[in-house]
């Protein structure tokens, strides 16, 4: 059977659970598509654009992203209500293309603080509702794997040992090899919406060009943007996410949609082991866009300076000079967005769970 892994930096691992699974279940063909540092909102992204080059469809989804959700919800970089419509539309995409779809919901280190565990609670109840809501296989959780959350099964934080890898590995290989794992059923609520626009669709201005970039755990043809281009996407709904490369040059570039004027850091910390990143860069203020969402690399660096910024992930300085500086974009992620009722209420659910756990899930 083809097996396709959608995972974070714990499938990606040399010793990790993605590499141990492959050689236990070495009678199925496993491709496996990790990417470090990123959450649900990019393994949507990879399934958005599953078959476009025209390879089959797998026999089953591994969906690995609960421990790198959690990350995202508390650093502020991901909102519980649109983690929640990232995995409706993964089942809802899985449903429509008949994909079985199995949760392996890793979780932090356990560290007693109660931001965090608040945030790991919020991202496995996700998880746990839309196994429960598109009748899934209950989600794979290190309970279940391990037999509990011990911080002796850690390199660190956000990552599991060698040993710890290889049972969960095991565990999930028992899984598949003695259970029908089903296809997602519908839900009859209305779906949300999701567009992943790429490269090619962009309109560009001045110097701007199309390069086609390989690594080993992304391929895509990307638009380079040098100081004095810009580029204008065709896309409504929140801006959510770019999908961009860090490289030396990577610099800082401009957001606007409708009355918004934003700006933000291709550049980040994670190039200090990784010279080269691809990342899907969560947009923290989702600016709405109708068509008219223009990314650009302005000239002048002190008006760009006064613009408000938008966070980037792990961002980090610019290294070259300003007018050497370029972003190198993939495409961007459109959401429609949710209500402003449900907006509050997931932002009051996500400070109330370090306090009143029991309210929050009401709420949530």
Not at 145 to 166: C, F, M, T, W
């Amino acid at each position: 059977m083809e097996i396709l892994v959608l995972g974070g930096s714990n499938a990606g691992l040399h010793y990790g659970w993605a590499a141990q699974f492959r050689a236990i279940a070495a009678e199925h063909d496993v491709t496996n598509r990790f990417l470090g540092a990123v959450g649900s909102l990019y393994g949507l992204m990879r399934l958005l654009r599953l078959g476009e080059s025209g390879e089959p469809l797998p026999g089953l989804v591994i969906f690995e992203y609960a421990l790198n959700d959690a990350v995202m919800l508390d650093a502020g970089w991901l909102r519980a209500d649109l983690l929640e419509d990232t995995l409706r539309e993964v089942a809802e995409l899985c449903h429509a293309r008949g994909l079985p779809l199995l949760l392996l919901c890793l979780e932090l280190k356990p560290r007693g603080i109660a931001r965090i565990d608040a945030a790991t609670r919020r991202s496995m109840r996700c998880y746990e509702r839309l196994a429960e809501r598109h009748a899934l296989h209950p989600c794979v959780t290190l309970q279940e794997a391990l037999g509990g959350v011990r911080p002796e099964d850690y390199v660190d934080q956000k990552h599991l040992n060698e040993q710890a890898s290889i049972r969960v590995a095991g565990y999930v290989a028992k899984i598949v090899r003695s259970e029908t794992i089903p296809i997602p059923r519908a839900v009859a609520a209305p779906r949300p919406f999701f567009r992943f626009v790429h490269a090619h669709e962009a309109q560009r201005r001045g110097p701007c060009r199309e390069v086609a970039i390989e690594s080993t755990v992304y391929c895509d043809d990307f638009l380079e943007i040098s100081r004095g281009g810009a580029s204008l996407w065709p896309g409504r709904g929140r801006v959510v996410g770019l999908m961009l490369r860090s490289t030396e040059t990577a610099g800082v570039f401009r957001l606007a949609a409708g009355a918004s004027r934003l700006r933000k850091t291709a550049q980040t910390a994670i190039r200090e082991v990784l010279p080269k990143v691809m990342l899907l860069h969560y947009v923290e203020k989702q600016p709405i866009a109708k068509d008219d969402l223009e990314i650009s690399m302005p000239l002048d660096e002190a008006a760009l300076m006064t613009l408000s910024e938008d966070p980037s992930l792990h961002g980090a300085p610019a290294e070259g000079r300003f007018e050497e500086q370029q972003l190198e974009i993939a495409g961007v992620m459109f959401w429609s967005g949710s209500s402003w009722l449900r907006r509050m209420l997931a932002a009051l659910a996500m400070r109330l769970d370090a306090r009143l756990p029991w309210l929050a899930r009401r709420l949530g």
